[in-house]
């Protein structure tokens, strides 16, 4: 197996979310998100997404794993298998409930000092996204979320909080999470974690509408962000947050490798707004032809210049295989219509394709497009793990899939030349799935006690992957 030393200061470490492991959704002022209204699903049950909170039904996140309560421990044994770096976001609800108050919620704020600061206390660098699928629902009733402009405001308001508070303890931030997941926009889930918005009975051409001009917003709340990020500390290192995964085409047909182009195109575009500060030709003709984001300013181009992100940050689970069977090029719209299963790679239990050298491909295509650092945010298998007689945990199959893959990142890296910041793969202690709301679903090195149906004491204990991973960080991944 293929492997190299990381460049000094890679930050190694890992990645979750508020929403998924906090749990203390109502507890010092916190105000309920999308993800409070969300139920537990399962591998082939959706998650229902309720009017509020409904008694009786199972809220996972309402709990989670009680990180609130237990960060002191779980970071400590994050430092023992040597994290450089964890990322983590700032519930937005701690800081402003309802989304539209005028002032902070200093007890929320107060949380997130302690946790960085025990993040520093071992020399963790905190890596911090502003807003990961957990918008306040108050936002999501009154204003339908980010098809209002002045989701805007509420947003940079936000930031520009969490900015000034945590100048000195976080240096590394991202503005959105995947925010590119909203170009399947017939998806109900994740058109409301993105972007606040409940489809109801919308019209397919209505629910497109809707996000491209939500999409828009974000995109400029993002560029402001970025130009008071900087301005308040020149130092910050400010990324966007994309899910990357490499489309290629079923056959070598010009019809499939046309559908792969404007597949490409129409799921890179939020990054190259990001990146670029302003839109592709592509996308601005496809939305001009259907009349699409009828709000866009002189303004708005002017900050989407002024404000574009010093990173690239993205999540790599798969890639993406196309057929034009399914969606001819010129006709493609929602983009999980184009989609092909790839006859050539193994799934996991929840049908996620696994294609490590997918990741070495994505790392080589952002750097020849953007030309900017990257900083691989997520990346992992979720599996069902068996805890043995004696307490053990036997996940030989987490080791086998994060060691492929991260050694098609050393390869990427010292063979290709690819300017890498870290590697923070998902989860690292078991948390609530965002796509199935399940607990049973995990990632983690560190075991979670607590099961789909939310029984278990929430013991904390270390998978085999622990002592491999902690290996691997110590060597500086030459010891895969
Ligand atoms: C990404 C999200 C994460 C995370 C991960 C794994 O899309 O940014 O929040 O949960 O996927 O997905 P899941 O939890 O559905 O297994």
Same mark, same amino acid.
């Given at each position: ?6 460049? !000094? ?5 890992? @990645? ?5 492991? &906090? ?38 996140? %309402? ?37 539209? !108050? ?49 989701? #805007?405001?509420?947003? +940079?308001?936000?930031?520009? +909080? ?16 995947? #925010? ?21 009975? *919308? ?19 993002? @560029? ?13 290192? #400010? ?13 070598? =047909?010009?019809? !499939? +490798? ?12 939020? =990054?190259?707004? %990001? ?23 002189? &303004? ?47 799934? =996991? ?7 490590? &050298? ?22 992992? *298998? ?17 080791? !086998? ?11 990427? +890296? ?14 690292? #202690?078991?948390?609530? =799935? ?47």
């Amino acid at each position: 197996m293929y492997s190299a030393k990381m460049p !000094d200061g890679f930050l190694w470490g890992g @990645a979750v979310a508020a929403h998924q492991l &906090e749990g203390a959704w109502n507890v010092d002022g916190k105000g309920m998100s999308i993800a409070d209204v969300m139920t537990v699903g399962s591998a082939t049950k959706p998650r229902e997404i309720t009017d509020g909170v409904i008694e009786g039904k199972n809220y996972p996140n %309402h709990s989670a794993i009680d990180f609130y309560h237990h960060y002191k421990e779980d970071i400590k044994l994050m430092a023992e298998m040597g994290f450089k770096a964890f990322r983590t976001s700032i519930a937005w609800t701690r800081i402003f409930p309802n989304g539209d !108050d005028k002032e902070p919620n200093e007890a929320g704020l107060k949380f997130y000092d302690d946790l960085f600061a025990t993040c520093h206390h071992y020399g963790i660098e905190p890596v911090v996204t502003l807003s990961h699928f957990e918008i306040p629902f108050n936002l999501v009733k009154k204003y339908n979320g980010f098809t209002n402009r002045k989701l #805007i405001d509420f947003f +940079v308001r936000f930031a520009t +909080v969490c900015f000034k508070r945590y100048k000195d303890s976080v240096k590394y931030w991202m503005t959105f999470n995947e #925010i590119d997941n909203q170009s399947a926009y017939n998806e109900d889930f994740l058109m409301a974690t993105n972007s606040g918005i409940i489809l109801n009975n *919308l019209s397919e051409k209505e629910k497109e509408a809707a996000m491209y001009q939500a999409a828009h917003y974000e995109l400029v709340a993002s @560029a402001l962000a970025v130009k008071v990020g900087h301005k308040i500390n020149p130092d910050f290192e #400010i990324g966007c947050m994309i899910n990357y995964s490499p489309v290629r085409p079923l056959t070598s =047909s010009s019809a !499939d +490798v046309l559908l792969a182009d404007k597949f490409e195109q129409r799921r890179s575009w939020f =990054s190259d707004v %990001h990146v670029f500060g302003e839109y592709p030709k592509e996308v601005e003709a496809y939305i001009n032809r259907n009349g699409y984001r009828s709000d866009i300013t002189d &303004e708005d181009r002017i900050v989407l210049k002024e404000g574009t992100v010093d990173y690239v940050g993205f999540s790599y689970y798969q890639t993406t295989t196309v057929s034009a069977k399914n969606v001819e090029p010129d006709k493609l719209n929602d983009l999980s219509k184009a989609v092909a299963k790839n006859p050539t790679l193994e799934r =996991s239990d929840w049908g996620w394709e696994i294609d490590p &050298e997918g990741l070495r491909i994505a790392l080589n295509h952002l750097t020849d497009r953007y030309h900017k650092p990257l900083f691989i945010v997520e990346n992992g *298998l979720g599996a069902y793990d068996k805890v043995e007689a004696d307490g053990s945990i036997h996940d030989d199959y987490r080791v !086998d899939y994060l060691r492929k893959h991260i050694s098609e990142m050393e390869k990427a +890296v010292e063979i290709d030349g690819v300017d890498l910041m870290g590697y923070l793969p998902w989860g690292p #202690i078991d948390l609530v =799935s965002a796509g199935t709301g399940q607990m049973d679903k995990r990632y983690g090195f560190i075991y979670v006690a607590k099961n789909d149906a939310g029984e278990g004491d929430l013991s904390r204990s270390r998978k085999d992957s622990f002592d491999w991973y902690k290996k691997v960080i110590k060597t500086n991944g030459l010891d895969l």
